[in-house]
Structures are given as structure tokens and as C-alpha cells.
């Protein structure tokens, strides 16, 4: 037998094997054994061999949810919470937490405490929300971690302590929490309330960037383009803004706009920059927006055209972006000064 042919016949038997799972697990669900009915809600939720069905997968987590199956009561709460498959009901996203929680299951505890944390479907009520994740927490549960850490950062209920989110973005990020290493990357990054550490920031953000995290390629890219604790090396800077721009990342892509444009690195090469500004403005994008706005004002790359210049500015203005704000302004004020005064 040729390794092609020994490969087909291993293919075979995987596939015939999958069928042979999806056929027990619908038998089994059918039969209304809970934890089948939630893990065919599983199979439907993800699309996995078959088509995606919110409404199916639904379905099959109530009927587990009924059962008292905690993992199903989860699911099914953060269907009502995304109106997917169902209508959007927080209130019974936080009755179907609040089931999972009183089994003792961490992550009910962690999503009633962002629903505590928010005020969706419940009253808002930080110290509430600080229960709930610190229960989760102290059951291992990585998201309530990174909960903590959002809670000190931004004051919710306990007084500002970027130390001490820090702290439990650390604790976050040991447990395998991609964004708190981002989170915890920036406090160091910018040094509020912390002590600045570019290194370690770098660290946290390179933790990702290498597995092709893009928000963290964008991060070690802005280290490079602004020299925080390495040496400035624009091409470095190119390198990883351009590997998060590939994933269609658009503030990415708003930052290859910004280096050719400027020639950092590259000769400067203004169509390029607008090739780049385009890509991000198509996804709303409102500094690419403001940043076109600018070429078209000035004529950098394209002929001047005031018109296509405010249009840029205004819609970044909506989202607004600062910059866009002060230059709609300047040049409305431009085109009102050149209308004719009527006595």
C-alpha cells in the first residue's frame, strides 16, 4: 500500500468515525440525556460538519438547560444576551448565570458578574460584580481575572489601582487570557499609575504578536515606529504593522498608510498611502478617514478636491475624531468666507 493510498484509507476511517459520534450524540440527545442535547446544541452552534443553526442549537440547550445542565444554561444565556437563534432578553440571560452560579460553576459566576458589572438585564452593582468574579477567580477561571484587572483599571466599585489590575491581568495572562497580556502590555506601556516598564510591555505584546495576535503586531510595531524601549527602526515598525494589516486589521492598515505616506523607512510614496488609508476607511476607520481627508485637502497623491476633502472629514468627524473635527471646521469656515456677502 502507497503512503497516498494508507493516508486515504486513515481518511476514511476518521470520517466514518465523526459519523459514527454525531450519529450516538443525536441518539442519545433524542433520548433526552442533557449533556448530549448540549453538545448536538454545540454541533449546531458551531456549524461543526453541518450547517450553522442558532436556532437549532437553541433548541437543544434549553432542552439540557431544563435538565439542569450547567454548561447548556451558559450557552444558552449568552444566546439571549446576543440575540442569536432567540430574541434578546438580558433578564433571562441573568436568570439562566444565575442557575449555572448556584451549581457552583465559575463561568455562570463570571458572566453574572458582567451582567452585575454592566447593569444588563439586572441593576447595576459593582460590589455585586466584584463577588461574583472574585468567586470565579478564586476558582480558577481566567476571565473573572481579567474582570478584576478591567475593575481596578477603571474604578468600578474600588478606587483606581492600576497596580493592582496589573496584578490580576498578570494572573490573567498565566491562565492564558490573550487580552490580558494586551491590557496589562499597555499599563506598563504608558506608565499610569505603574511603574513604565517598556521591557516587560514589550513582552506582553510580543507573547502574542509571534503567535499572530494583531492587535499585539500593532503594539510591537508602534514600540519600533516610536523607539519605546528599543531602538526606532521603521522597517521593523513596517514589518509587524504589515503582518496585522495582512489580517485585515484596519488600524493596521491606517499605519502602513501613515509610513509611506511619510516615507518612514520606504520612500515616501503618497498613492501607496492612500491605497492604505482606503482599505481601513472602507471598515470606518476614522483616523484613515481623517488621513484622507488630508491628501485629498492638500493634494498629496491626488488632485486637490475640497469637496472629497470635507466629505472624508465629516464622516470622520461623526465618529469623532478630533482632527477631522478641526479640519471640517477650517475649511467650512474657507468656503463660507468665499460666498458673497448680500448687504
Not at 12 to 27: G, L
Request: include cysteine; charged fraction near 20%.
Amino acid at each position: 500500500m502507497s503512503k497516498i493510498e494508507e493516508l486515504l484509507k486513515q481518511q476514511q476511517e476518521i470520517t466514518a468515525a465523526i459519523q459514527a459520534e454525531y450519529a450516538r450524540s443525536k441518539a442519545e440527545a433524542d433520548k433526552g440525556e442533557a449533556q448530549a442535547q448540549y453538545e448536538w446544541g454545540v454541533i449546531h452552534y458551531k456549524g461543526q460538519g453541518v450547517p450553522q443553526n442558532f436556532a437549532e442549537a437553541s433548541r437543544c440547550f434549553k432542552l439540557a438547560a431544563a435538565q439542569g445542565n450547567a454548561l447548556a444554561q451558559i450557552a444558552l444565556g449568552g444566546m439571549y444576551e446576543q440575540a442569536q437563534g432567540v430574541a434578546k432578553d438580558a433578564v433571562e440571560a441573568v436568570r439562566l448565570y444565575q442557575l449555572a452560579a448556584a451549581q457552583g460553576h465559575a463561568v455562570g459566576h463570571c458572566r453574572l458578574g458582567l451582567m452585575y458589572e454592566s447593569g444588563q438585564g439586572v441593576k447595576q452593582d459593582y460590589q455585586e460584580a466584584i463577588r461574583h468574579f472574585k468567586w470565579a477567580a478564586q476558582h480558577g477561571d481566567a476571565n473573572a481575572h481579567y474582570a478584576m484587572g478591567n475593575v481596578y483599571e477603571n474604578h468600578h466599585g474600588v478606587e483606581q489601582d492600576n497596580a493592582e489590575a496589573v496584578r490580576w491581568f498578570k494572573l490573567a495572562a498565566g491562565l492564558g487570557h490573550e487580552d490580558a497580556h494586551i491590557r496589562m502590555g499597555l499599563l506598563l506601556e504608558q506608565g499610569h499609575g505603574v511603574r513604565q516598564d517598556y521591557a516587560e510591555a514589550m513582552r506582553c505584546f510580543m507573547v502574542l504578536a509571534a503567535k499572530g495576535h494583531a492587535q499585539a503586531q500593532i503594539q510591537v510595531g508602534t514600540m519600533y515606529d516610536q523607539g519605546f524601549g528599543v531602538k526606532q527602526d521603521y522597517l521593523q515598525a513596517k514589518r509587524w504593522f504589515s503582518l496585522a494589516a495582512a489580517q485585515n486589521d484596519p488600524v493596521a492598515q491606517t499605519k502602513m498608510g501613515l509610513i509611506y505616506a511619510n516615507g518612514k523607512g520606504v520612500p515616501q510614496n503618497y498613492a501607496e498611502g492612500i491605497r492604505w488609508y482606503k482599505l481601513a476607511a472602507a471598515q470606518d476607520n476614522a483616523a484613515a478617514m481623517s488621513n484622507l481627508g488630508f491628501m485629498f485637502e492638500h493634494g498629496l497623491g491626488v488632485d486637490i478636491d475640497e469637496a472629497q476633502a470635507l466629505q472624508y472629514f465629516n464622516k470622520a468627524a461623526r465618529k469623532g475624531d478630533p482632527n477631522a473635527i478641526k479640519n471640517r471646521d477650517i475649511i467650512e469656515a474657507r468656503i463660507a468666507a468665499r460666498q458673497p456677502h448680500t448687504p
